[in-house]
């Protein structure tokens, strides 16, 4: 069955209301040294191991700087 009109309109907005993007640019070869990384480490998508890396960073911060908030998911 086709993805209709209403149906994309639909979930744009709940992405919307739901997620933020954040796009950045990187080095020439830095995209295939991560997925090459993400293959290795077994992550279930880019996406994934980014924000686990992230996170993971953020933990480090907490531990630095207590009086930073840093709201886990």
Same mark, same amino acid.
């Given at each position: ?22 796009? !950045?640019?990187?080095?020439?070869? !830095? ?17 994934? !191991? ?13 531990k ?10």
């Amino acid at each position: 069955m086709a993805y209709s009109k209403s149906q994309r309109k639909a979930t744009e907005k709940w992405e919307t209301q739901n997620y933020e993007q954040i796009r !950045f640019t990187v080095p020439k070869g !830095f995209k295939a040294r991560l997925k090459e990384s993400v293959k290795k480490t077994g992550a279930k998508s880019q996406r994934a !191991f980014i924000i686990q890396a992230l996170e993971e960073a953020m933990k480090i911060v907490k531990k630095i700087e207590p009086d930073v908030e840093i709201e886990e998911y």
